[in-house]
């Protein structure tokens, strides 16, 4: 599903050359659940810049479900990360002057996806927000604002979801809670879930636990229960 191949990332500080990451040889398996950890400036948002196609690889390949993402145009990456990618950020980045189910709404008729208005409300219903679909962000936790963000992200019923730092804005209940969420969803919708966390507790309970340092993978790690069912992980997380 995914797959780099010699990817590397450099870029010019001053008059030096800084490398963000060194060249990485990686797969993830369709519907797998990765985690991918480490220090504050390790890497790890560069490499999901680059597998979502908003960066460019100084070196290597990177290839999605088969296609090769590093020689499409920009249109091209465009049209192809909104029918196979979705995204979750730290930010919730909701539009404001939406209600939640606007937010989900709005992009999927953008894109002319069928059956909009019941797809939207249905996405609402499974993260849990069934009355809350009127209110604005500003009348919503932080806790409900990623839900709806969640929620949006799943509108194209994508192949791939990459979340980064998802539940750094939350306290530890709503995380958990967010943290649940993506695994439930992970396993019902059959979705790649890429995972950047600071949160060492949550990264292990990921199918796969990748660890970066300066730029390189220092650890992969596959959890020896890998079929173990989101109820049991759902227990485990607690606040």
Do not use: C, W
């Amino acid at each position: 599903m995914i797959r780099l191949s010699n990817v590397s990332k450099v870029v010019t500080s001053g008059s030096e050359q800084l490398t963000i990451l060194h060249a990485l040889d990686l797969h993830i398996e369709r519907g797998q659940f990765v985690s991918v950890i480490g220090p504050s400036g390790s890497g790890k948002s560069t490499l999901l810049g680059l597998i979502a196609g908003l960066d460019s690889p100084t070196s290597g390949q990177i290839l999605l479900d088969g296609q090769d993402i590093t020689r499409m145009s920009e249109d091209e990456l465009a049209e192809y990360r909104g029918r196979l990618l979705g995204f979750i950020f730290q930010s919730f980045h909701l539009i404001p002057s939406l209600t939640a189910y606007e937010n989900i709404l709005i992009p999927m008729e953008i894109m002319g996806v069928p059956r909009a208005r019941e797809r939207a409300q249905s996405l609402l219903d499974e993260v849990g927000l069934h009355d809350r679909g009127h209110h604005y962000p500003s009348q919503l936790s932080g806790g409900e604002q990623q839900r709806v963000a969640i929620a949006r992200a799943f509108a194209n019923d994508p192949q791939i979801l990459l979340a980064d730092e998802p539940t750094g804005n939350l306290d530890s209940r709503n995380g958990s809670h967010i943290f649940d969420l993506l695994i439930k969803l992970n396993r019902e919708h059959g979705t790649t879930l890429l995972l950047v966390t600071h949160d060492h507790h949550l990264a292990d309970l990921a199918d796969r636990k990748i660890s970066l340092s300066d730029g390189r993978i220092v650890e992969d790690r596959i959890k020896a229960s890998e079929a173990e069912p989101a109820e049991k992980v759902s227990q485990i997380t607690v606040a």
